[in-house]
């Protein structure tokens, strides 16, 4: 059996670990900000470096500053998206990859905590996928 690489591998299964962790100990009633409350602690308990709500620079001219705001920016490498809702919609999908391609980061993690199982996408940057 071929063996798939994975981007990230070991820092996305932490980071994973901590999601599951905070679905399984907050379950499904929560909102947003307290999902991602329990998030950064799970970061700092697990010494992972982080930014929280990281503003990104505009990327391109005439954009004003502000526009994107990531929930979480994990070791400079793995965006995570957190969503309470009760199914995904293309727009998420959309917000993730404009994200991933101004910050020109490589993988983005969409998390949904709004169901009985937390489920979690991942999404990797579409410019850079034929490089």
């Not at 793995?78 to 404009?98: A, G």
């Amino acid at each position: 059996m071929m063996r798939v690489n994975l981007l990230h591998e070991e820092l996305s299964y932490k980071v994973r670990g901590i999601l599951y962790e905070v679905h399984n100990e907050l379950g499904s009633y929560r909102n947003e900000k307290q999902y991602c409350d329990k998030i950064e602690f799970g970061l700092k308990e697990k010494g992972l470096k982080y930014e929280r709500e990281k503003i990104l620079l505009p990327s391109f001219d005439g954009e004003q500053k502000g526009r994107n705001r990531i929930d979480f920016i994990v070791e400079d490498k793995i965006i995570i998206e957190v969503k309470v809702v009760p199914s995904f919609s293309p727009n998420d999908f959309k917000q993730c990859k404009r994200y991933l391609v101004s910050s020109n980061k490589e993988l983005c993690l969409l998390v949904n905590f709004g169901l009985k199982s937390c489920v979690i996408k991942r999404i990797l940057n579409p410019d850079l996928l034929n490089q």
